[in-house]
T-cell receptor, first 112, second 115 residues
């Protein structure tokens, strides 16, 4: 089967750097995505890693290590508006075709 | 312009009723999804359609029936509503089902409350 693990909550201070980890178990792995969801809002796409290494998009970066079945989302220069839930999502391909499965989400609290 | 829209935004109903949620995307995507997000924020895939054809049907009670009249629309009909159906239901779309990268665009969600 498939499983993803990420911390349920992380707290950090405005201006700091925070890393949200995601470990996964799946067969037919293709890539790892990250989504952000504010309270009362819809999930929005942040990044996708199909290959090992770091992808940078402004203050946000995402990393993947396929050999370790591990990835993380790095948020720099934290702002209050970054308080939200962050979901990692695994893309895999098996006999049934492609599928994307979401983790349980990490709630990030940014404090002043 | 709204990319993925859902109606209604809120739905309050009694147990045992039948209700529908509508979803439309104007992105020209081939693939559409329904997700259920419970109070613990867990996003669970329910169904996925590619160009009007069902490609993913997770272990969802058969009281839930999706319908895709065309690739821009994916509706969800729920029969005999139960208390446990209370959740936020999200519709999403992505360019195509067969890609390694899968950027999904979510609708605003429908908050369903069953009394």
């Amino acid at each position: 089967g498939q499983s993803l693990e990420q911390p349920s909550e992380v707290t950090a201070v405005e201006g700091a750097i925070v890393q949200i980890n995601c470990t996964y178990q799946t067969s037919g792995f293709y890539g790892l995505s990250w989504y952000q969801q504010h309270d009362g809002g819809a999930p929005t796409f942040l990044s996708y890693n199909g290959l090992d290494g770091l992808e940078e998009t402004g203050r946000f970066s995402s990393f993947l290590s396929r050999s370790d079945s591990y990835g993380y989302l790095l948020l720099q220069e934290l702002q209050m508006k970054d308080s939200a839930s962050y979901f990692c999502a695994v893309r895999s391909r098996n006999t049934g075709g492609f599928k994307t499965i979401f983790g349980a989400g990490t709630r990030l609290f940014v404090k002043a | 312009d709204t990319a993925v829209s859902q109606t209604p935004k809120y739905l309050v109903t009694q147990m045992g009723n039948d209700k529908s949620i509508k979803c439309e995307q104007n992105l020209g995507h081939d693939t559409m999804y329904w997700y259920k997000q419970d109070s613990k924020k867990f996003l669970k895939i329910m169904f996925s359609y590619n160009n009007k054809e069902l490609i993913i049907n997770e272990t969802v009670p058969n009281r839930f029936s999706p319908k895709s009249p065309d690739k821009a629309h994916l509706n969800l009909h729920i029969n005999s509503l139960e208390l446990g159906d209370s959740a936020v239901y999200f519709c999403a779309s992505s360019p195509f089902a067969g890609g390694a990268a899968d950027t999904q665009y979510f609708g605003p969600g429908t908050r369903l409350t069953v009394l």
